[in-house]
């Protein structure tokens, strides 16, 4: 049924006004009691045995919504309606600013990929903090904050960028991720050379610290699947020293490798963050690599080219304990979470692991042997 609406309008549509009027749309039910309950009685029905305790954080199940989609945290509840268990909002950054021109979005429907080059489009971190702080959530659901360096702050200034979001943030965060590899902001991605991201995760995370007491926010960074190999091992070792809670891998890529050659050639060249399909089997590696190398010291986050349940419970088998969507979201629609929960649930039943937390890892540890 999505599939045909998907068809007949979005397709037909630009995608960013398609984002909005979908976003709208998730808002206002969201909104309405009676068509709140209905949706989330069909589309997040919750599993006991998927219960996950991340970050020391209770979360109904594993899988959430990755970040890019609730840049400005005005649908928190609404994606929890829509059977996310924890919803990853940013990137937000310092300052408020308004991405880069459009168009910046672009669907390659044949490849179930988009290409984005959205450039952290948000309302900055003083406004989302004060919209974090006026919420009274209507569902229990995790709430990640993602952050990321204005586009005008130079390079040299950066941390003091991530800083002024940390203190007006972090206390609204169930979990604060560093976001440092998104290719649509010039230089972002040179923060991810430890010589860079020592600093720069020292004083978020003293800023949190600084800011938040009686409680310890979980801090994460989220890494690029196109950084090599050994840089991927370099950021595993740093984050194990400097006491990080966990590592989302990945973000999107700008390579172009894992294309079916089915997209018109001129979207494939526009330039930008590739996600979806094509992103799968890279970002699966990413992870599998992380888990190899820090075990379960730190908690991994997959995220890249998970269109089902199937997907998702590769990721846990390769050693994430969160699994995160968003392409696939666009392709498959409000059933989306719900068919990741069924079929992982019929995984675990059907696997020789009592429990979820059991099955993280355990196909990385085979091979290893
Ligand atoms: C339109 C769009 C915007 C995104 N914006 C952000 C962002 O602001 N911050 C971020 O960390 N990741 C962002 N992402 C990356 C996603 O969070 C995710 O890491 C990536 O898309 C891979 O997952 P997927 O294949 O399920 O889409 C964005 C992705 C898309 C498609």
Redesign the pocket.
Known sequence: MYRLFFQLVFKRMDPERAHHLAFRWIRLAARVPVLRTLAAAVLAPRYTQLRTEALGLRMHGPFGL????D?NAVAVDGMAMLGFDHV?I??VTGEAQPGNPKRR?FRLVPDRA?I?R?G?NNEGSAAVAARLAARRPVFRTTVGV?I?KTKAVPEADAVADYVKSTERLAAHADYL?V?V??PNTPGLRNLQATEALRPLLTAVREAADRTVTGRRVPLLV?IAPDLADDDIDAVADLAVELGLDGI?A???TVARDGLGLTSAPSLVEETG?L??AP?KAR?LEVLSRLYARVGSRITLVG????ETAEDAWQRILAGATLV?????FIYEGPFYARAIHKGLAARLAASPHATLAEAVGAQTRKAAQ
């Open positions: 990755a970040a890019g989609f840049k990853e940013g990137t979005l988009l984005n959205m952290f993602n990321g991720v976001n590899s998104s989220k989302i990945t973000n999107t963050g996600s979806g992103l970002s995220v890249g080219g998970v995160q969507g968003y392409s696939a």
